[in-house]
């Protein structure tokens, strides 16, 4: 069976500093990957999608950035938090055949 | 005005209630409705997997899908506190590599 990692599960970081989330699904091949941010009380934004190593999609422009260095992971960074970065990272995947995402537990940052 | 649309609640219910969440979208393109059930502080999990028009049951959970008013339900029979959460329907249509997500549905069942 299919399972997703994510890393860490709580973050704690002051303005300015950099950031480091990592995604990793285990069970399949070439899944297409997806970084989410949800702040509180709102509904989810989708900021990269991938469909495989190296290619990258960005919904939302702002100072993330995204990698995939392996077909099962997904790295979002950033140079220089800002306090607006602050939400729950969320990460998932699908089957490039089928429509369903799957989610991993999800990080919660705040940024200080 | 938002591809899809949810109430973001709250709602509140007894114990026992049926429950009906709903959202409604613009895109007639739209084949494939999911709904997903986040608990505080988790990630989203898949719930209710539907494609095209009609009803699928799962237990308690019926998720119903009406095309033609561009219009997708969740009931939830016998409510349990345990089904306290938020819930998030997302669509999408063949191809499409993105869901859309409405804004999901902050769910409470009293005791």
């Known amino acids: 069976s299919q399972t997703i990692h994510q890393w860490p599960a709580t973050l704690v970081q002051p303005v300015g500093s950099p950031l480091s989330l990592e995604c990793t699904v285990e069970?399949?091949?070439?899944?297409?990957l997806y970084w989410y941010r949800q702040a509180a009380g709102r509904g989810l934004q989708l900021l990269f999608y991938?469909?495989?190593?190296?290619?990258i999609s960005s919904e939302v422009p702002q100072n993330l950035s995204a990698s995939r260095p392996q077909d099962r992971q997904f790295i979002l960074s950033s140079k220089k938090l800002l306090l607006s970065d602050s939400g729950f990272y969320l990460c998932?995947?699908?089957?490039?055949?089928?429509?369903?995402?799957?989610f991993g537990p999800g990080t919660r940052l705040t940024v200080l | 005005q938002k591809e899809v649309e949810q109430d973001p609640g709250p709602l509140s219910v007894p114990e026992g209630a049926i429950v009906s969440l709903n959202c409604t979208y613009s895109n007639s393109a739209f084949q494939y409705f999911m709904w997903y059930r986040q608990y505080s502080r988790k990630g989203p999990e898949l719930l209710m997997y539907?494609?095209?028009?009609g009803n699928k049951e799962d237990g308690r959970f019926t998720a119903q899908v009406d095309k033609s008013s561009k219009y997708i339900s969740l009931f939830i029979r016998d409510s349990q506190p345990s089904d306290s959460a938020t819930y998030l329907c997302a669509m999408n249509f063949q191809g499409a590599q993105k869901l859309v997500f409405g804004q999901g549905t902050r769910l409470t069942i009293n005791p």
């Open positions: 998932a995947w699908s089957d490039g055949q089928f429509n369903e995402q799957f």
């Open positions: 539907t494609y095209s028009s």
């Open positions: 991938s469909v495989g190593i190296g290619q």
């Open positions: 069970g399949t091949s070439n899944p297409n």
